[in-house]
């Protein structure tokens, strides 16, 4: 797959509802990720939707160890300025594949896939801009008694994104670990260099709705924890599977509260989400409409975003799997906002033999 994605970005944008991305919303995301190589197609592309007011989205792909899109990035790291975003990010990867430690600790112990965001609707055109990394942190490996201390990964993410002076970050993140309850759980942590609050987000599963006021009470949170409540009360009888989203800057949490739902019985993790079907989604999305979080055509488009599609061309055929991944209700303050998290992949017939 020797295409740019703006090559590929054709094949696709049939198949999104302009509903969520118009075309006005495919030109600002090719502005940003265009020049990417078109394996992101075939390992993994994810889009943040806003399910209220213009089509446009946010874009996030999928890096894993082993495959074309990971090699890229590190052969991209060692290109790289030294000291650049880029060259930290390639010795991240590097790292996570080897017997090098990061922090002290072996990598290739607790990581195992990376999504890089690209914010797109916030962006000039143009405009260049480093991607935000999500890591996926693995719990109880057989070959890996337990993850690092919160402090080390911290530090390993700050490093990994190109901050070099992180102390007070990380002491925040230990803090925020400490006050977890028993069962609270970090599945994932990120930071966006490109965005002007500097933090480090933490996803916490394994909380009970019973739960949430207590923790947000211990942790801190600056905001009301009645006002999570009502939407964990809004959404509770549709789904129960929930998680919470956490900014963690240097003055401890920010007032940006997230809470991503998941279908019942759903797996909290990124291992089945696209073949989770529409039957799955749909009192979630219908909630969302009727609370008026999400505008009908979007929710129509939602609905209509999951399936799998056969394309036929000169090389043969191909296989489209859409799928979504969670939604998110976001509280700041007064402000209440929805997003979708859906994404897709392209399996072609020259896919398994590039790797």
């Given at each position: ?12 944008q ?6 969520l991305?118009?075309?006005?919303g ?10 990417l190589?078109?394996?992101v ?6 889009f ?14 999928s ?9 890229y ?6 290109e790289?300025?030294?000291g ?57 490996r057989?070959?890996?008694p ?23 970050e ?8 400490a ?28 909380l ?22 009502v939407?964990?009360?809004e ?18 949490l ?9 279908p ?10 696209l073949?989770t079907?529409r ?13 008026q979080?999400?505008q ?10 999951p ?10 055929i ?6 979504i ?16 998290y ?14």
């Amino acid at each position: 797959m020797a295409e740019e994605f703006r090559d590929i970005a054709p094949e696709l944008q049939p198949f999104v509802p302009r509903s969520l991305i118009d075309g006005r919303g495919w030109e600002r995301l090719l502005d940003r990720v265009g020049s990417l190589p078109g394996w992101v197609a075939a390992e993994g592309v994810g889009f943040e939707f806003r399910l209220v007011g213009d089509a446009s989205a946010d874009i996030a792909v999928s890096v894993v160890p082993g495959f074309p899109l990971f090699e890229y990035y590190v052969a991209r790291g060692k290109e790289a300025r030294p000291g650049s975003a880029a060259r930290c990010l390639g010795r991240f990867f590097s790292q996570a594949t080897n017997t090098e430690t990061i922090s002290g600790c072996p990598a290739s112990g607790w990581f195992e896939s990376a999504m890089l965001e690209h914010d797109v609707a916030g962006a000039f055109p143009g405009q260049p801009a480093d991607p935000g990394l999500f890591v996926r942190l693995v719990h109880d490996r057989p070959d890996w008694p337990s993850l690092p201390p919160p402090g080390v990964l911290a530090a390993t993410l700050a490093n990994a994104v190109g901050w070099t002076e992180h102390d007070d970050e990380v002491r925040a993140v230990e803090r925020v670990f400490a006050a977890l309850p028993p069962g609270g759980r970090v599945g994932q942590m990120g930071a966006m260099p490109g965005r002007g609050l500097r933090a480090i987000r933490l996803i916490v599963d394994g909380l009970a709705e019973e739960e949430v006021p207590d923790c947000l009470g211990r942790l801190g949170w600056p905001g009301q924890a009645g006002k999570a409540m009502v939407v964990l009360d809004e959404m509770g009888d549709v789904t129960a599977v929930f998680r919470l989203s956490l900014d963690v800057s240097v003055d401890g949490l920010s007032p940006r509260l997230g809470l991503e739902f998941y279908p019942p019985g759903e797996r909290k993790d990124l291992d089945h989400w696209l073949t989770t079907g529409r039957s799955a989604w749909r009192p979630i999305i219908k909630r969302l409409e009727a609370r008026q979080w999400c505008q009908p055509d979007k929710a129509r488009g939602l609905l209509d975003f999951p399936g799998l599609d056969r394309l036929f061309d000169e090389s043969g055929i191909s296989v489209l799997y859409r799928g979504i991944n969670h939604v998110k209700v976001t509280i700041e303050g007064d402000d209440l906002q929805a997003k979708a998290y859906a994404g897709l992949r392209l399996f072609r017939p020259e896919s398994v033999s590039d790797r």
